[in-house]
């Protein structure tokens, strides 16, 4: 029942998750995937961040259900549609107008790296100028233009070429807690003779998934916005993993009070857990020709569909936002407590249902500690440049009882890891 052997035969060497999680699945609900042969696995991975919401959501599924029943178009191109419509009034009225934003909606192809690619092409075409700044430990994708504003070396390795057109700078607390990394920016941009360029865009997570789970503060994120206005650079904010309700805000910056010029939305988007991506534009910066970035799945309208019946669940006001918040503290404190047991060895990080588990000592503590869980029934991820982190995704609609449970599972993990080291 559990037979991998067509992979192994048949599928590329680049699978990876697989390789993590070596069962074959079969179904899934909320926050429970079932194997083939029925082992019951909790999830707090949530398809990397893509199923905030939880595997088939029934407040969705209902809504896809009826509208492929009634033979509502899927492909569609940039076609106007009723379900794109009811999605960009819905996203208007329950996400930009109560926060007073104003952003233009563009739709790219299914994927975060095409919102990435889009931003980063569309930001050059409005100021004229190529660079972009990135942040060491950033992710932003893996196709070429976002792969160089990727910081990690596994990725930019696989390339093949040479990435040209970024630049990095260091993120908070990348030379340790005394450094402003802010003010050594600011320095970089007014320095004319520093190497970097006056950029096209600064390019930044709120919190860095792939990266360790690295969450800024409020007033770096506002610092940062501030020098991005003084120099006249477009800031563009990967909101991709951290954003739709991650963080306990629906934006992962609304936190710092910052307006960025550009963000970027995927994976939870949809709902579903179907390929949808977004960037979103300052009017001003919205200075595409018809057809200057096109996608043959630029208009997925089941992922409108579903994109829409979840904000109308969980977005008409902050009830969700403040039980995330309430979930995430619960999280952090549980976390926390396993951390002050080994306060040399272990670091919490992030925000909200975003948390890391980081090892001060141990490189590769989060990969053995995932494997650990999953086989006591977890799936849980890894994050950081070597894998140190044990990185904590689940569904923000998991229940308290299920959350405890996985916390309590990969505690075990956790110190059975820490005593064979």
Wanted: aromatic share 10%; hydrophobic share 45%.
């Amino acid at each position: 029942m559990n037979d991998l052997s067509v992979f192994d035969e048949w599928e590329s060497e680049v699978r990876g998750y697989i390789r993590a999680f070596p069962v074959a699945f079969d179904t899934a609900h909320g926050s429970h995937l079932i194997a083939e042969d029925g082992a019951d696995y909790l999830d707090f991975f949530a398809g990397a961040g893509t199923l905030n919401y939880g595997h088939n959501n029934p407040l969705f599924k209902g809504a896809i259900m009826d509208y492929l029943a009634r033979d509502g178009i899927v492909h569609a191109l940039d076609l106007a549609t009723h379900a794109k419509r009811e999605f960009i009034e819905t996203f208007r009225d329950l996400v930009l107008t109560p926060r007073g934003l104003r952003y233009k909606l563009q739709f790219t192809g299914p994927t975060g790296a095409n919102a990435a690619e889009a931003a980063i092409k569309v930001a050059r075409q409005a100021t004229g100028r190529n660079t972009v700044i990135a942040f060491t430990h950033g992710y932003h994708g893996l196709s070429l233009g976002a792969l160089a504003t990727t910081a990690a070396q596994k990725y930019r390795l696989a390339a093949g070429t040479p990435l040209a057109g970024a630049a990095f700078a260091a993120y908070e607390g990348y030379y340790g807690p005394g450094v402003d990394t802010i003010a050594m920016l600011a320095r970089q941009l007014s320095d004319p003779s520093s190497g970097v360029d006056l950029p096209a865009a600064i390019i930044v997570e709120c919190i860095q998934g792939e990266g360790g789970v690295n969450a800024a503060s409020p007033e770096w994120l506002r610092r940062l916005a501030e020098l991005a206005t003084a120099h006249g650079i477009p800031l563009i904010v990967d909101d991709i993993q951290a954003g739709c309700g991650r963080s306990g805000d629906f934006f992962s910056f609304e936190e710092s009070g910052i307006r960025p010029d550009i963000v970027l939305l995927s994976k939870s988007l949809s709902g579903y857990g179907l390929p949808m991506s977004l960037v979103l534009l300052r009017p001003e910066l919205d200075v595409w020709s018809p057809g200057g970035h096109t996608g043959t799945f630029r208009g997925n309208n089941l992922a409108f569909v579903g994109a829409t019946a979840a904000l109308r669940s969980y977005w008409s006001d902050d009830a969700f936002g403040a039980e995330v918040r309430r979930k995430g503290a619960l999280l952090r404190q549980r976390l926390e407590a396993i951390a002050a047991r080994h306060p040399e060895r272990l670091e919490v990080r992030g925000r909200g249902l975003f948390q890391g588990l980081a090892s001060l000592t141990d490189p590769d503590f989060g990969a053995r500690v995932s494997q650990a869980a999953f086989a006591a029934g977890v799936v849980i991820e890894t994050a950081g440049s070597y894998d140190e982190v044990v990185k904590f995704l689940p569904a923000l609609t998991i229940d308290d009882a299920d959350l405890l449970r996985g916390v309590d599972v990969v505690e075990g993990a956790v110190e059975a890891q820490l005593v064979a080291a």
